[in-house]
């Protein structure tokens, strides 16, 4: 097949005028298709069904005797602690359970850091002339949120497929005492995929920073959600290689049940260095008595151990892996070779991440919307909303049933070579 590049000036106009009649003949469907948010189905919220019904009217201590009814418990149940440590791969005394959001967990954290003077800093953050974060892109879309919206100002550094650009990061964070962090999505990166390697890791936790208190916000939020999970990728255990490096309080960890049972009723944890977690505990004090311990204890009940919670990822496995092989084979068929469009099958996460010639991905997704087809923003992957060459869309396929991903994924690829045959001939005029 040869590349639209390849095509001569009319090939291209006969081209867009064929798939201007096709995607007239989409808008006149009527769809109503939403695929910007990679939230779970209605199919895998019914596989932790079991929550509504695993407590009863005479069950509510945990092992230590706790009335989970009550006020206290700051750092969350006994058992609660230990079942994500062993998801982790750390020790329990290194992990608060708290609410049912990880975002909200970095939210507070970083709204801490501005307030308050983290272990070995003169100062809090708020009290700089200027804070910086490193933000690899392409990126999560709420965590650039949550930077704008507390006055951090955004450095965005490209990834690679191993990981974000160590050399740039390693520049940057040895060189300017206000970037105090970054963010990270260490395992099935949101949206690319990509799981940092080992290398990555290890110069994340032994570089130099000119900021003392520099902290990496490692989100941790696909850790176990492996669409093979017979073929799992792991990365190092960032607090010990942090520790092993002497930068021991370098990293906050956060990770959450979201995906794993219910994303609106689950629990949320942070985990931290001994130092790291006094510091939040005295802040914590004078926030809140204490987590919901009821719903700890419900899934505790429900999830029971590590093995139980690996067994429910086989079965959402299940289910995501189908709408992700669809994926992958609708744009094979419609885009290979065409040369507007490259992207990787990912191996787990719940994205996909596509690169389109650049100055199309906004008009691509525009003309998906006027089919019926909600895609996530074009530019929501870069802080400030902004993709310097237009040409990134996140693909969220976990929530429409399959038949309705198959229309979605005709009407986006359809879009997708409409948009960069225009793009192609408004060159060659």
């Known amino acids: 097949m040869l590349s639209y590049q390849d095509w001569s000036q009319a090939m291209l106009k006969a081209e867009a005028d064929r798939l201007e009649d096709q995607v007239s003949a989409w808008k006149r469907r009527g769809l109503k298709l939403n695929m910007t948010r990679g939230k779970p189905c209605a199919e895998q919220l019914d596989l932790s069904n079991g929550l509504l019904t695993c407590l009863d009217e005479n069950d509510y201590r945990s092992e230590d005797k706790t009335d989970c009814r009550n006020y206290g418990g700051l750092d969350g149940l006994p058992e609660a602690r230990r079942l994500f440590a062993g998801l982790l791969g750390i020790q329990s005394e290194q992990v608060m359970v708290l609410g049912n959001s990880s975002l909200n967990l970095m939210y507070d954290m970083m709204t801490r850091c501005l307030l308050f003077a983290l272990p070995c800093a003169k100062r809090p953050w708020g009290r700089e002339e200027k804070v910086r974060f490193i933000c690899p892109v392409p990126g999560y879309d709420r965590h650039f949120t949550v930077c704008q919206a507390l006055g951090i100002e955004m450095i965005p550094v490209p990834m690679t497929p191993q990981g974000p650009d160590m050399d740039q990061i390693e520049d940057l964070a040895a060189s300017d005492p206000s970037i105090k962090g970054m963010w990270a999505v260490p395992v099935y990166s949101n949206p690319d995929g990509i799981t940092y390697s080992a290398e990555t890791c290890r110069r ?24 093979d999970p017979d073929k799992p990728e792991v990365v190092p255990e960032i607090l010990a290689l942090c520790a092993e490096h002497g930068h021991a309080d370098r990293v906050f960890v956060f990770a959450s049940t979201s995906k794993i049972t219910w994303s609106g009723a689950g629990l949320a944890c942070l985990a931290a260095s001994t130092a790291n977690l006094a510091f939040v505990r005295r802040q914590m004090t004078a926030q809140t008595i204490g987590p919901d311990k009821i719903s700890q204890l419900r899934h505790i009940r ?47 996460g719940y994205f996909f991440s596509l690169y389109l010639l650049p100055g199309t991905a906004a008009e691509t997704v525009r003309l998906a919307k006027d089919c019926g087809v909600e895609l996530t923003p074009a530019g929501s992957t870069w802080p400030g909303g902004r993709d310097p060459e237009d040409s990134n869309i996140r693909l969220a396929p976990s929530f429409p049933p399959l038949a309705e991903l198959e229309m979605a994924l005709e009407v986006l690829c359809l879009c997708i070579r409409l948009a960069c045959v225009k793009r192609l001939l408004a060159s060659l005029s």
Do not use: S
């Open 204 to 227: 994340l936790a032994a570089m130099r920073t000119a900021a003392a208190d520099f902290r990496i916000f490692w989100d941790n939020a696909y850790c176990i959600h492996h669409l």
């Open 302 to 348: 429900f999830l029971k151990d590590q093995a139980q919670v690996l067994d429910l990822m086989r079965r959402h496995a299940a289910i995501l892996a189908p709408k992700f092989d669809l994926v992958d084979c609708h744009l094979t068929r419609e885009l290979a070779g065409r040369g507007i469009c490259r992207w990787h099958k990912p191996r787990g």
